[in-house]
């Protein structure tokens, strides 16, 4: 039932304190549970043996049902659906709008040099500040892609710059800061951790340098996401201009010494990484998310449905 899954979906959302538009609600839509849990684990992880997909529903319905099925247990402020006696959570998502401005600000003014970084392919905005999560002391999330051969080469480059910058995240100097948690070479195919959670992340990617390489990894991974969510869409954006001060040092560094510099960083960096549940250092891909919180919500989420 339609009712079912807005409700599932609206639940999700509230465990993170967190109202949904209608275009969102429409966007985030969970598919049917009872298709969804025979693919998937006791933890909530997709199961590849079976890819059942749910269709589409338009917004029309969605609003429909909003409108009449799910009168007495959906409410709305100003545009923000959530479960009935959580008006909280809108007025909250509200007053963080004026903290995600100032970090607009930020975005704006420093993120445009990774355009003329080496080995930069791709730059968006997650996390938090990507749908209007942000609070106070709220840092700004990165994903960032680069060029498959120099992962470690592409990360040591972004973390200098935003450490000259001073606005690098790290210990306690989080507030306002850029949190550098996730590098891909290239726009990859995730192997891990391919869940509810994981899903909606990646979906409220903000693309923000070289977008169309966003957009590829979306699209590579649209096939499981959409076990998930079937109404996801990724729009290809244009293609842009490309730094002529990025193609001038990749000239440099992308022959013998580049690939020499690129084993040593790995080298010297890798000893430097902690293993736990919630890092994963794969040889295209570099995550560091400790504190993830993704177990203890689905866990809560289906439980609830239960």
């Known amino acids: 039932m339609l009712k079912d899954r807005i409700l599932s979906t609206l639940r999700f959302f509230d465990l993170q304190d967190y109202p949904v ?8 839509l969970i598919a049917d549970l009872e298709n969804l849990k025979p693919q998937i684990d006791l933890q909530g992880e997709l199961i590849l043996a079976n890819l059942i997909q749910d269709s589409e529903v338009s917004i029309d319905k969605i609003l429909n049902c909003l409108d009449t099925e799910c009168q007495s247990e959906v409410q709305n402020y100003l545009g923000f659906y959530y479960l009935a ?5 809108a007025k909250a998502r509200l007053d963080n ?3 995600g401005i100032r970090r607009e600000k930020l975005i704006r003014k420093y993120i445009g040099g990774l355009n003329h970084l080496p080995f930069v392919r791709g730059v968006a905005i997650s996390g938090s500040q990507a749908m209007g999560q942000q609070k106070q002391q709220s840092d700004i999330d990165l994903l960032i892609i680069t060029h498959p051969q120099f992962l470690w080469l592409g990360r040591t480059l972004v973390t200098a710059y935003f450490q000259i910058l001073g606005k690098r995240r790290y ?3 989080i507030a306002n800061r850029f949190c550098l948690n996730h590098y891909l070479a290239g726009p990859k195919r995730i192997t891990s951790f391919k869940n509810l959670y994981t899903a909606a992340e990646y979906l409220k990617l903000r693309p923000v340098v070289y977008g169309h390489s966003v957009w590829s990894f979306i699209s590579e991974n649209k096939s499981w996401m959409r076990i998930f969510f079937p109404n996801m869409q990724a729009q ?14 990749e000239a440099i560094l992308q022959g013998s010494f580049g690939l020499w510099l690129e084993q040593k960083l790995k080298n010297w960096q890798m000893p430097k990484i902690r293993q736990e549940k919630f890092i994963v250092v794969e040889d295209d891909e570099l ?5 993830s919180k993704q177990q203890g919500l689905l866990s809560s ?3 609830f449905q239960q």
Request: net charge neutral.
């Open 21 to 28: 538009t209608l275009l969102e609600l429409h966007k985030f």
């Open 85 to 89: 006696g959580r008006e909280a959570i």
């Open 97 to 99: 709008y004026f903290f």
């Open 171 to 173: 210990g306690q100097k």
């Open 236 to 249: 290809e954006p244009e293609k842009g201009w490309h730094s002529k001060v990025q193609e001038f040092f």
């Open 287 to 291: 995550s560091f998310h400790p504190d």
């Open 301 to 303: 989420f289906f439980k």
